[in-house]
């Protein structure tokens, strides 16, 4: 039984789920009942345009009850957590404040979880008033166009064939993290740039999906991140990452998730040292976080020489002080809001593979491929003056990465190149199903690790057969919805919480057998040393010493 629940309060209701479980549908099925008013959390959702590549729902299920947080960042702009939070709590208010439910839906776990919980260090007044601002301008652009663009709408239709698959594409990577907790792995992009996750995995096509992806990019693309890199060396900190969000808690990823232990851009031995230098700098102010802290996971490196350069407090302390607050955990400060109703959308992982793997050929069938390559053409012809490189924002999303040597060739045509392009769309399969078993070891640990003190209890629902979908999710989410509104004792048992400590992930190791490699994490160190790399370095190194023993 979770901790502080008050009927008194307001209901929010969260609806967590792998990608491709039916999160949007049972938000929909469920805000009819209810009058409620859909906030979407997913970080790519939020670009306007790419619809195919985001999974967007379509124009007509927008009008069937009111979403929220859906197309209304430009493509070329970064967009944080910190953004998120700050608008989508304006939302809740304003939809509490109508007497609505809000319904917090979306792929983005660490975006869901910087609205319940207080682990964000507060950005000013002055910030979150330009955030607001600057949304509440674009909220009032989009009123004055015409969204029923018959076109439009049409396309959006066809797409919309299978509602128990649609909520497939989030950030993966995490987003990467603009969150400090975890990356969704988001250590941040961890989706690109985890290989110890990557070694574990079964799939050798997706272990092979990642090689594929390490071309070399357009020389425009090298040279913008090259001189951004190199912008942070020189002390541009604060606007190399400004607005990016500061997390309070800024290690813990997911169970199974390392800290990113390559960066994917890192292309010669002078980015290699900036990094090292970025981590030196933070170890003289924090020595505590950077003990914590990959030496190549420069996005949190950064926020941490951030917090420090803002608030004069080091980020190890801001992390303490939040701690120490009635409510708290280590993961994060006192939750926000006290009548809070999880529900888990579950499948099992061989039914959801197959209809993930389905779902991406409806993409392509459904102009995915184009809509990539007029995006990726355009950003290209531009990409001196874009805000974003082509590892951040939209970029972010499960189908750039895996399409990139596609998009880089100059001639980018299916027929032409048939082999590339399905090697491309296995490349993308493999990443969806990856980010769906990453978003359920993020909500095991992030939701289902903490104690019940601080954290709302979670109801699984079990989504395997769409076939039994109104007596398996909706009918019972409406049940135990039912029971959170009338202020009752639910009758479904939530899942049982598997308590994690944070202090066992943030342990640090060096790998002598493998050149002095870094590794965060007693899950990960484990993890290594079962890896294949490390048993070939192994083999070879005893090779050596049977040599000189001889």
């Known amino acids: 039984m979770a901790a502080s629940r008050s009927e008194t309060e307001p209901l929010i209701i969260v609806i967590l789920g792998c990608t491709g479980t039916g999160k949007s549908k049972l938000s929909i099925e469920i805000g009819r009942r209810i009058e409620g008013e859909i906030i979407s959390a997913d970080s790519m959702q939020v670009y306007k345009g790419l619809d195919i590549i985001t999974n967007k729902v379509t124009l007509e299920e927008q009008t069937i009850i009111p979403h929220h947080l859906l197309d209304f960042v430009e493509t070329n702009e970064k967009f944080s957590v910190v953004e998120f939070k700050t608008i989508a709590l304006d939302v809740i208010s304003d939809i509490i404040t109508r007497q609505k439910v809000p319904i917090i839906v979306g792929g983005t776990n660490y975006y869901i ?54 909520d497939a594409n989030a950030e993966s990577a995490t987003a990467e993290y603009e969150n400090f907790q975890g990356d969704v792995e988001d250590g941040n992009n961890s989706r690109t740039r985890n290989d110890e996750n990557e070694e574990r995995n079964d799939d050798d096509s997706a272990r092979e999906k990642d090689s594929v992806a390490e071309n070399t990019l357009v020389q425009c693309e090298r040279n913008n991140a090259k001189q951004k890199v190199k912008s942070a060396e020189l002390g541009s900190l604060e606007t190399s990452v400004k607005g990016e969000a500061i997390h309070t808690e800024s290690l813990d990823c997911s169970a199974n998730t390392s800290p990113v232990q390559e960066s994917m851009y890192t292309e010669n031995h002078e980015d290699t040292e900036i990094q090292n230098s970025l981590h030196q700098q933070l170890a003289k102010v924090d020595s505590a976080m950077a003990q914590k802290l990959h030496p190549n996971d420069t996005r949190k490196i950064k926020r941490s020489l951030q917090v420090y350069e803002r608030s004069g407090i080091t980020h190890s302390e801001h992390v303490a002080q939040q701690q120490s607050q009635e409510g708290s955990s280590e993961y994060s400060g006192p939750m926000r809001f006290n009548n809070v109703c999880v529900l888990w959308l579950q499948c099992e992982f061989e039914t959801l593979d197959k209809r993930l793997d389905a779902r991406v050929d409806q993409m392509i069938e459904h102009g995915l491929v184009d809509e990539l390559i007029e995006f990726h053409n355009s950003w290209k012809s531009g990409c001196s003056n874009s805000k974003i490189q082509n590892n951040e924002g939209i970029f972010q999303s499960i189908g750039f990465k895996e399409f990139r040597e596609f998009l880089n060739l100059e001639n980018s045509k299916v027929d032409e190149n048939p082999d590339l392009f399905q090697k491309c769309v296995q490349a993308m399969k493999c990443a969806t199903r990856r980010y769906a078993r990453k978003q359920v070891r993020w909500v095991n640990n992030r939701f289902l690790g903490r104690p019940s003190t601080s954290s709302p209890d979670v109801y699984s629902l079990d989504a395997t057969d769409l076939g039994q979908w109104e007596s398996n999710v909706f009918e019972k989410a409406v049940d135990i919805v039912k029971s959170f509104t009338r202020g009752e004792k639910v009758t479904h048992t939530p899942l049982e919480r598997i308590l994690t400590s944070t202090v066992a992930k943030h342990s640090n190791y060096t790998c002598t057998v493998c050149n002095g490699r870094i590794i965060i994490g007693d899950q990960n160190w484990s993890a290594h040393l079962r890896s294949r790399s490390h048993r070939h370095y192994k083999k070879k190194q005893q090779r050596i010493e049977d040599a000189n023993t001889t």
């Open 113 to 166: 979880e910087s609205l319940l919980w207080e682990n964000l260090i507060d950005e000013g007044r002055a910030r979150a008033g330009e955030i607001r601002s600057k949304f509440r301008k674009v909220e009032n652009e989009e009123q004055g166009e015409n969204v029923n663009s018959q076109s439009r709408k049409a396309e959006n239709e066809k797409r919309n064939e299978d509602d128990g698959t649609r």
